[in-house]
Each structure stands twice: as C-alpha cells, then as structure tokens.
C-alpha cells in the first residue's frame, strides 16, 4: 500500500482549491463538485477503515497481544508531508 491518510489529506484539500477557482465556468464548475462528492465519499470510507485499524492496535495492546507491533501502512506518518 502507498497512500497514507496523509495523502488522503493532501487530495482532499488539492479539490478544496480546485473549487476556489474562480476560472471554472458552469459546467467545468459542475464536474468539479461532482467529483468533490465522490472524493468525499470515499475519503469518508477510508477514514472509517483507518478507524477500524486504530480500534484493533488498541485492542492487542490492551489485552498483550504478543505479536511484534506494527502499524497498518495507512495509517503511517511519512516525513515531508506537503
């Protein structure tokens, strides 16, 4: 896996900007917020699993699940995050 919520992050806020742009005229306007929701809406879903994730390390370390910890790929914070 290569995306982190980090990069969710950066990908929701590139479509904040997009929809700022005066430039767009109606119809360029209208995909822009279609395509918003749908960003949206998945980012939404990915949040959720990342929930999930999170819930289960706090799980293992609360009752001493013995294997070697080790944080999901999602949800791993990369130095440099623009």
Do not use: S, W
Not at 47 to 54: F, S, W
Not at 61 to 75: I, Q, S, T, W
Request: charged content about 35%; glycine content about 10%; aromatic content about 4%.
């Amino acid at each position: 896996m290569k995306n982190t919520l980090g990069d969710l992050n950066n990908h929701l806020f590139a479509q904040l900007e997009k929809l700022g742009d005066e430039d767009l005229n109606g119809e360029q306007m209208d995909a822009e917020i279609r395509r918003a929701e749908a960003m949206a809406k998945i980012g939404e879903q990915i949040i959720k699993t990342g929930e999930l994730q999170l819930k289960a390390m706090i799980h293992m370390d609360e009752y001493g699940y013995e294997r070697a910890k080790a944080v999901p790929e999602m949800l791993e914070v990369r130095g440099g995050v623009k």
